[in-house]
Every structure is written in structure tokens, then in C-alpha cells.
DNA sequence: CGTCTTTGACCTGCGC
DNA sequence: GCGCAGGTCAAAGACG
């Protein structure tokens, strides 16, 4: 995680931008530690040697100077006041660079220890996942061994069904998750439809793993959560850095325009799928329904959109997870995804809960977003002078991506301290705060303007969107879900 | 010839 | 059970 920018980053040591970040650092370190004139004059680390022997030079040559060319009194004056001036310019220059490298140093250190608390998070995941499998697994040996000794009528041959089941996994998939008994169908034959179905969806959701329930799965959820982006433009589809093959096109009830359905072809087997529809009302209006999450490397263009997607399916379930009924709240979500209420609106009640981001009615919305326009990144969105324009709509990325930032920066910093499963309420005001937003715009603003940094972060991004490294490529490797994961603990 | 789009048919879920 | 709407499939055609 990159708290400060509110992007997800994940530098994982194998991953070579890793290694450009510890380049970094050491290229920092070497500024602050060593020097070849440290040797040469032994002068004391951590002070900017080079800076000092550079003083020492100075001094040295004065007194050269003054032992060999007498030119008269006023020259020497001159000359000694020319190079205090000098000296201190340089100190001046030592200082700021010190400041500059304790930030960094600081910056870093964050960085690390939030990478740890990651790589920390996960593993509980992980363990925590795999601990309710076997506990799955044992949960079906009993069961069997129960009904084997029931036919052989051991332990009276009356015990309830119902008692199998008090386990708090299976109350929970009872209460929440009608199709609980799908999960023993390996012991229990179910029909001949419901076998098919079940078929049917895996094959399609997850063809590596034909015994996974789809009903219950991570993935059939965040194949169903959408995000929905409605925008201005003239072309029949939006240019968002993926490949995408129409595989269809049905004319909606109530739309005169058709919907044409894609589906992404960076990768054999990917599930992302999107519906590009025009706006009855306004057909300059299309919207853009994206659903899934890719399991391949992705673009630069196409991973701000693709983060988006991700993050509000990953909200979505951390929604649903973390409230006491197992329903969302819609505040909660939109607000977390774009506290401005005009440009994102969350449908829970529709057989697929979509994320909606409407950036067609108030593109002034975008400035509320944007901290502090005169320290443009690369990684905010342009003024909104030049927003939606043209057919391709080149911003949308940059303005996903200033989305995802705001996303992150609530889930990243402030999910796990301020929602709860008694906390029904929009984000506090205080994670808006203005001085926040100053110091981490400043931060954002100092760590963007190292040049390795949109690599680093490009990379970042993409192993955490699961591209990088098909290992990944699960909810876990997901920093927003390891935050709901942590809600709930 | 391979890839992509088009388009009608088919499947599924849901409401009545 | 039936009809409707959404979603998907797959054959045929277009295109480079």
C-alpha cells in the first residue's frame, strides 16, 4: 500500500520495480553516507560529506592562495567574502538536501512497514481461508462417518440433521446463502438442472476449478458486482486500453438504442465482460457497464479503469461482509468510492449491485477532487477543460484513476478505523479534512517527482490487479479486500 | 486466411 | 405454464 497516495501499491521483492525502488533508496542512502572524498579526508558521515570536503577544498585553496599571491588586502577581503557567500550557499544546500532526504527516508520507511502489514494481512487470509476449508472438508468426513454409522446403526441412528449443521460456517451459509447445500453435492446428488447450471457457470466462471460453487465463490461475486461509467462521447465505445471482441447485441426494452455486449480478449479465458449502451434520453450519453476482473497484465491505459472495477466490486463485498445483515450500505460505498454524491450512485437493490460513476452531468465534480490543481501528476486527471472531449475520451483513465485515488485513500487509510458493522454512516467529514489534504497532496507531490515513480507504480498496480503474476490472481492478492477482511477481524 | 462483427436462435430467470 | 427480457452462442458474412 502507498498510503500516502492512496494507491494500493504493492512492491513485492521479486518484482523488478521493486528492485528500482531499493535503487532509489540506496541512490539516497549513498547521498547521505558516502562520498569519494569521504575516503580521501575521513570526514564524518551523515552530513553531507561531499558538501563538507567541498568547504574543506574551499578553505584549503584559500589558504593557498593567501600563502602564494599577495595582491593587497581589499582582493583577499573580496575573495574570503565571495566564498562565505559560497560556503553558505552550499550549506544552505546541505540542509535542504537533508530535509529532502530525511522525508524520503520517512516516505520509505512507511512504505516498507505498510508493505509488511500487507504481505502480513494476506497471509491471514490466506490461513483464515484455508482453515474454513478444512474445516469444510472435516465438516464432510463426519457427516459421512455419521451416516455410515447410522445405516449400521451405531449411536442410536437418531441423530438430527440439523446438528451437522450448527457450525458456525454452515449456519452462516445457511442464513446468508440459500444454495448451502450445493457444497455437499459431492455426497448429496443434486438434480439434473441444478448440476447442469452449476456446470454450466463454473465452465464459464472459472474453468481452472470446475468444483468451485459460483454462488458462493469470491469470484462469482466479484464477477457479478459492476461498475457502471456514464459518459459524454460520440464514439460507439469508450477507449479504456483493453481489447475487447462484441459478442453480441440485443435492443433493450425502453431504449431505442442496442446494447452491444464485449467481452475482453487480452487473455484466453478472461471473464471481464462490458455493456456499452447509448442514453435514450441523450445519445450523446454512453454508458459503460464493466463486470469481472481480468486475470492477465494489463495495459498502462487500461489499469486505472480495471483498478476501478476491482475496488468497487472488492467495496461491494467488504460492503456486504461487513454489515450485520449481510446487506450493503449504499452511503457507505458511495461514499467511499466518491464522497460527491452527484457522481456516483450504488444500486444494491438490482440482481447485480453497480457501481455507477456519472461523469456526465457536473464535470466541475471533478474539481472538488482535485486537491490541489497546481501540482498536476501523472496520476491526476487533467482540468476538466479538456474532460470527455474528443471521440476517444483519453481522460477517462486519468480520471478512473483519480477515483481509485480517492477510493483507496478511504479504504486504505480510514476503512478499518472508521466503518464497523455498527457504523452505518457515510465517511466521517474528517477524512477530508483540509490539512490532510494539504500534507498528502504535498507527499503525493514529492514522491511523483521522482521519475521512476510512474513505472514503480504502474507495476504496482498491475501485480495487484492480479496481471503481473497469475499466482496473484485472486481476491487475496486484493488490498481492498484484506482491508474487509480486517473489518472483520 | 485469420480475425472480427453481425444477427438470429437459444437459454435462463423472473413475474404473472 | 406462459410470456417477456436479458444474456449468450454460433454460423455467416465482412474485412484487412
Known sequence: MFPALGFPVNLSPSD??????????????????????????????????????GLQLLTANAGSDQSTVDDGASSDAEDKRAKMTELARLKEDLRNMNAENQKLKEMLSHVSS???????????????????????????????????????????????????SLVPSEIDDQVSNSSSGERTRSTTPPSNKNDKDNKETDDKLNPSNPTTDPSTSPEAAMRKARVSVRARSEAPMISDGCQWRKYGQKMAKGNPCPRAYYRCTMAVGCPVRKQVQRCAEDRTILTTTYEGTHN???????????????????????????????????????????PCSNMATLSASAPFPTVTLDLTHNPNALQQYQLRPQTQTPFLPSPPQNFMSGPTTPQLPKLIAQVLYNQSKFSGLQLSQDVGPNNSQAPTPSLLQPSQQVSLTDTVSAITADPNFPAALTAAISSIIGGANPNNNNNSSNPNVINSATINQ
Open 296 to 338: 492477465h497484465p494489463l495495459p498502462p491505459a487500461a489499469m486505472a479503469m480495471a483498478s476501478t472495477t476491482v475496488a468497487a466490486t472488492s467495496m461491494l463485498l467488504s460492503g456486504s461482509m461487513s454489515s450485520a445483515d449481510g446487506k450493503m450500505n449504499p452511503n457507505l460505498l458511495t461514499g467511499a468510492i466518491l
Open 114 to 164: 505498510n508493505y509488511a502489514n500487507l504481505q502480513m494481512h494476506l497471509a491471514a487470509v490466506l490461513q483464515q481461508q484455508q482453515n474454513q476449508r478444512t474445516e469444510s472438508t472435516e465438516q464432510e468426513v463426519v457427516q459421512g462417518k455419521l451416516a455410515e454409522e447410522r445405516k449400521h446403526g451405531v449411536g442410536g441412528g437418531t441423530v438430527p440433521r440439523q446438528f451437522l
Open 16 to 53: 523488478p520495480n521493486h528492485r528500482t525502488v531499493l535503487a532509489e533508496v540506496d541512490f539516497l542512502s549513498a547521498r547521505n553516507n558516502s562520498s569519494p572524498h569521504t575516503n580521501d579526508h575521513g570526514t564524518p558521515p551523515k552530513s553531507y560529506p561531499h558538501v563538507n570536503t
